[in-house]
């Protein structure tokens, strides 16, 4: 009896064995799968918070020139990259304002709107 209960539970060992390395397998694609997604999710919600800023500096600067305050030529801030606005007023009078920043991937970007100051 002693002897067939030592056969069973070396039986059972490996058995224990598969169990786990299935266990880990299954785990692997799950993690293989998720972080993929997650990774991309955070670099797609850092390219909006860099755009966004871009726009909220436009923003602040068309104010300025709207009431004839000096504009920031160059806009730093931790965490974002460096903010260059440019000024270029046309033949009809009209002042168009730029952002120029670069994004995640170090491609050069910009946002602009058109003021008629008068």
């Given at each position: 009896m002693k002897f067939l209960k030592k056969v069973l539970d070396k039986q059972n060992e490996g058995s224990i064995y598969l169990e786990i390395l299935l266990a880990f397998f299954v785990w692997l694609v799950i993690l293989s799968t998720v972080i993929p997604s997650f990774?991309?999710?955070t670099l797609a919600r850092k390219e909006i918070l860099?755009?966004?800023?871009g726009?909220?500096?436009l923003s602040r600067q068309v104010?300025?020139?709207?009431?004839d305050q000096?504009?920031?030529?160059?806009?730093?801030?931790?965490?974002?990259?460096a903010y260059?606005?440019?000024v270029q007023?046309?033949?009809?009078?009209?002042?168009e304002i730029c952002?120029?920043?670069?994004?995640m991937e170090n491609e050069e970007k910009h946002v602009c709107r058109t003021i008629n100051k008068q």
């Open positions: 990774l991309h999710l860099i755009e966004h800023m726009n909220q500096i104010q300025k020139v709207i009431y000096p504009i920031e030529p160059l806009i730093e801030q931790e965490g974002y990259p260059y606005t440019v007023e046309n033949m009809e009078g009209m002042k952002v120029y920043y670069k994004s």
